[in-house]
């Protein structure tokens, strides 16, 4: 059974930079592409991106002047920034597994961690 | 960006009654349409993919249908675990977005 645990500071400043590191433990981790979801306290889901063991990347345009994904295949891990954040920034953060080919969806999703970004 | 809009946004019901859950979208997504449950605390969990096929371990009772730009989830008699926020997801276009929820709670 898949299980993904992340980790990273919970509390930034504005203009900061948000870094994430999301590790898989169980299953294959090549076959798949793996995602950054987040969702402000109260509010909807939205995605930031995804990324596969190859690198090969996708991401929201609203953010992507401010967002990188990478990968470590060697640690099968995946990791997020997001940098100049402001107060909008605040959310609970979810990475997930991905599944399907060319459509493709979270099949498996994290515990999501509260990310404040606060003066 | 595809919007997905979801009715009713609040659907309060009793366990054992149906409820239907609408998502439309802005302009077709095929069938890659996705319904996500999410309860308090906790993330969210893929129920339905390509429109219509449950994931694995989602119970039969829960079914999605619709293609281009009008989906349905049904669930047929709900439990009292049922009562949660459901989420579509079109994953036809980039971005991957969202619509803004339907909360389903206890009449």
């Known amino acids: 059974q898949v299980q993904l645990q992340q980790w990273g500071a919970g509390l930034l400043k504005p203009s900061e930079t948000l870094s994430r590191t999301c590790a898989v433990y169980g299953g294959s981790f090549s076959n798949y592409y793996w995602s950054w979801i987040r969702q402000p306290p109260g509010k909807g889901l939205e995605w930031i991106g995804e990324i596969n063991h190859s690198g090969s990347t996708n991401y929201n345009p609203s953010l992507k002047r401010r967002v990188s994904i990478s990968v470590d295949t060697s640690k099968n891990q995946f990791s997020l920034k997001l940098s100049s954040v402001t107060a909008a920034d605040t959310a609970v953060y979810y990475c997930?597994?991905?599944?399907?080919?060319?459509?493709?969806?979270?099949?498996?999703w994290g515990q999501g961690t509260l990310v404040t970004v606060s003066s | 960006e595809i919007v997905l809009t979801q009715s009713p946004a609040t659907l309060s019901l009793s366990p054992g009654e149906r409820a239907t859950l609408s998502c439309r979208a802005s302009?077709?997504?095929?069938?890659?349409l996705a319904w996500y449950q999410q309860k308090p605390g906790q993330a969210p969990r893929l129920l339905i993919y390509?429109?219509?096929n449950r994931a694995t371990g989602i119970p039969a009772r829960f079914s999605g249908s619709g293609s281009g730009t009008d989906f349905t989830l049904t669930i047929s008699s709900l439990e009292p675990e049922d009562f949660a926020i459901y989420y579509c997801?079109?994953?036809?276009?980039?971005?991957?977005?969202f619509g803004p929820g339907t909360k389903v709670d206890i009449k």
């Open positions: 997801q079109q994953r036809n276009n980039w971005p991957v977005t």
């Open positions: 302009q077709s997504v095929s069938t890659y």
């Open positions: 390509d429109a219509s």
């Open positions: 997930a597994r991905v599944f399907g080919g060319a459509h493709r969806y979270e099949g498996h």
